[in-house]
């Protein structure tokens, strides 16, 4: 065997050995540097099983928890009398800790009173498998409002969008949607407003016949839509129905037209009757 190969086997083995040496002490090193330091717990509030919206909390629904002091999520709780009696305002599942943005301040309601954000009303409106979309108005969708009736002062009957991109707060009892997304046979439905929409709301109910239009939850525009009539629905103008006059319009008058005299007729000829044997001949005396 060449020994000139030999030796630059020798010199390799020997380069890695030394490299693999200081890389094994250098790791050594740090790792015995680095001193396990024991994590600081502390007390958090979580529930016992899952908690839906507007239901207060009760000592039985929420225990005591251990948790890494820097592992405390922002706005939990570490005292069991911090939550109770508080409505809760967004689903809690089981085992996870109640946090302040997820329940009312206590003595806000029950039910539907706590969700509704300061400066907001809840309206209820009647409607039926129709009007409700044959049910598949669930809570947290959001609607237009459509009022048909006829307005003051009007002959036909219209029908305009009242209300846009309105958020339902329950259907019938229910103030949370169907985990199986089932239809949720809702008599009334309960709509989140501001005071001017409430007004236009309450009088749509009261004075016309409500509509609910489904829309997707993410479309926020508002649109401007025309109000439709009765006659346009048949394709007739709507200026084709004249509103009716407070007073009757007055008759036109006759004119007498004057009737000539009767022309009297001619009076008739002379004649003078002829006999010639058995022959009879009449002759006009003048012609």
Do not use: W
């Not at 890494?68 to 305002?89: L, M, Q, T, Y």
């Not at 236009?200 to 829309?215: C, F, H, S």
């Not at 007073?247 to 003078?272: N, Q, S």
């Amino acid at each position: 065997m060449d020994r000139r190969f030999l030796t630059v086997l020798g010199v390799s083995l020997v380069f890695a050995l030394v490299v693999s040496s200081i890389f094994y002490q250098m790791t050594a090193r740090g790792n015995s540097s680095k001193k396990p330091e024991a994590s600081e717990m502390k007390d958090i509030v979580v529930s016992v099983h899952p908690l839906s919206v507007g239901v207060n909390v009760k000592p039985a629904d929420v225990k005591i928890a251990k948790i890494p002091s820097e592992a405390f999520p922002k706005g939990a709780f570490s005292k069991v009398e911090e939550v109770i009696d508080r409505p809760v305002i967004s689903n809690i599942l089981i085992d996870e800790p109640l946090l302040e943005g997820r329940l009312a301040a206590r003595g806000s309601g029950l039910g539907i009173a706590p969700i509704i954000p300061v400066g907001m009303r809840a309206v209820s409106v009647r409607v039926n498998d129709v009007a409700g979309v044959a049910g598949f108005v669930l809570p947290g969708m959001r609607v237009d409002v459509l009022v048909t009736g006829r307005p003051p002062n009007g002959t036909d009957t219209m029908t305009t969008t009242c209300l846009q991109n309105i958020l339902v707060l329950s259907a019938g009892q229910t103030i949370q949607a169907d985990s199986r997304g089932q239809a949720i046979q809702a008599p009334t439905v309960t709509l989140l407003v501001d005071p001017e929409q409430a007004e236009v709301m309450t009088l749509a109910n009261n004075e016309g016949r409500i509509q609910l239009v489904l829309r997707n939850s993410t479309d926020q525009g508002v649109e401007k839509t025309p109000s439709r009539e009765l006659a346009q629905l048949y394709g007739t103008p709507a200026s084709f129905h004249p509103a009716p006059s407070a007073e009757p319009r007055p008759r036109p008058r006759l004119r007498a037209v004057p009737m000539a005299a009767p022309v009297a007729p001619p009076p008739p000829p002379d004649e003078v009757v002829v006999i010639r044997g058995t022959q009879r001949t009449v002759e006009v005396v003048g012609k």
